[in-house]
């Protein structure tokens, strides 16, 4: 600040001391503070008040700058130095939270986990951050006037009628029925619970598998090349003679999807696939667990309809391209909010809703 007031005083300083100091034509016209200073040689009173330099000024002299030289000082040591002295190694192992020697989190570039990115999004993902999520708390608002009475609900888990003394102290039950599992609760969606795809998850189950394990190498290529995700191999657990099902044999795939590859598959899905099934009316309404998550399948013609099968078509044998379930995982806490969510990306839905 003081610097940018000096020039103004110095003019007003040589305007009022003009007679007394004869200033050349050529000082007047330069307007830099430190040549009209020069030419005044009466210091006035109201040079107390400005500062001699910036405070952004360095500090360091120019003789201690130059006398700096790393190569000279690192050429003058009598031992070399280690190699690893100015290098951070992240520990092999993670050895507890107690270790003294912890691992650096996984954005850090020097942890053995970093993956760098995201370089880009996916559209979907960029669509819903700009405009589904805003429909969907439009879309699920709620509205309650200030003094609205919330109506009591019953109680979600059954208690004792204290009719016996064995009654005391006992947890309580659940709800009745034979499931007897309690349901995630659903709550109004606003900006902390806006629904959004979390994962995806495709299974196939390839009964060819039982007599020909073919079968099961051409369901493995196909899931990968959809997917990108190297499928998880599923063996039977129990062994069933009536399908000629034995016990460690393997018989089904797996491959889940998380972050941007789920967005993409998603993606591919709506825009790619489905449009191109013949008479398809639509995924099913009463599809769904009951907390957010919702499925549908594609047969053996709706696995061809995929771009990366349809360029490599005839890398597949016909009779032995499975098809399989997608499971679309939701951070929704019901199947209605769920099926709002796939609704405003694009995804049609018919029959019957069942919440």
Not at 70 to 84: C, D, E, N, Y
Request: hydrophobic residues 35%; charged residues 25%; positive net charge.
């Amino acid at each position: 600040m003081a610097l940018r007031e000096l020039p103004s005083a110095v003019r007003h300083l040589t305007r009022r001391n003009a007679r007394s100091t004869p200033i050349s034509a050529s000082q007047i016209t330069r307007r830099f503070a430190s040549g009209e200073a020069a030419a005044v040689k009466e210091v006035s009173n109201d040079y107390a008040d400005l500062e001699s330099q910036s405070t952004l000024t360095p500090s360091t002299e120019k003789v201690k700058v130059g006398e700096y030289d790393p190569i000279k000082r690192a050429a003058g040591r009598k031992r070399q130095l280690p190699s690893s002295r100015y290098q951070y190694r992240s520990p092999r192992y993670y050895r507890g939270p107690l270790h003294p020697h912890q691992p650096p989190p996984t954005s850090d570039p020097a942890s053995r986990q970093f993956v760098p990115g995201p370089f880009s999004h996916p559209r979907v993902a960029q669509t819903w951050q700009s405009t589904i999520a805003s429909d969907l708390m439009t879309l699920g608002y709620a509205h309650k006037p200030p003094g609205t009475v919330d109506i009591p609900k019953s109680e979600r888990l059954r208690t004792w009628d204290d009719s016996s003394p064995y009654h005391k102290n006992r947890p309580k039950r659940g709800p009745r029925g034979p499931e007897g599992v309690l349901r995630l609760i659903e709550r109004d969606i606003d900006w902390r619970n806006i629904p959004k795809v979390t994962g995806v998850t495709v299974h196939s189950m390839v009964k060819g598998a039982i007599e020909d394990s073919a079968h099961l190498h051409v369901a493995g290529m196909l899931l990968q090349a959809v997917t990108g995700v190297r499928p998880q191999v599923h063996r039977a657990k129990h062994s069933v003679s009536q399908f000629g099902i034995r016990l460690r044999m393997p018989i089904s795939l797996t491959c889940s999807l998380r972050g941007d590859q789920a967005w993409e598959f998603v993606d591919k899905c709506i825009n790619l696939v489905l449009p191109k099934i013949k008479d398809w009316e639509g995924v099913q309404g009463t599809t769904g667990d009951s907390s957010g998550n919702i499925s549908f399948g594609f047969n053996r013609e709706g696995a061809i309809l995929f771009p990366e099968v349809e360029v490599n078509y005839d890398m597949y044998p016909p009779k032995m391209i499975p098809g399989f379930h997608v499971t679309i995982h939701t951070s929704a806490q019901s199947d209605r909010h769920a099926r709002l969510l796939l609704s405003a990306m694009g995804v049609p839905f018919t029959g019957k809703l069942v919440d």
